[in-house]
């Protein structure tokens, strides 16, 4: 009787994309692949930025001043 209750609500409860996302993700030979997915978002985080950064200067007419921006630390 147990059992069939387990399963019961084990049928029930389906795995949102999310959950699968993290379960597959967070398997150790899947490591690589989620370290890779991190470089991926920081790289574009960085980008986007950069770009929003040179964009007020044009907007602002400093078009001139974008590379020495760029070569600052």
Do not use: C, Y
């Not at 209750?5 to 996302?21: G, I, P």
């Not at 907007?59 to 974008?66: A, C, H, L, N, T």
């Amino acid at each position: 009787m147990l059992s069939i209750l387990v399963s019961a609500v084990a049928a029930t409860h389906q795995m949102t994309a999310w959950e699968s996302f993290a379960a597959i993700i967070t398997k150790p030979d899947n490591m690589p692949v989620a370290g890779a997915l991190a470089a991926v978002l920081i790289a574009s985080w960085v980008a986007l930025r950069q770009g929003v950064r040179n964009d007020r200067l044009i907007k602002e007419g400093r078009r001139d001043e974008i590379l020495t921006r760029m070569r600052e630390p």
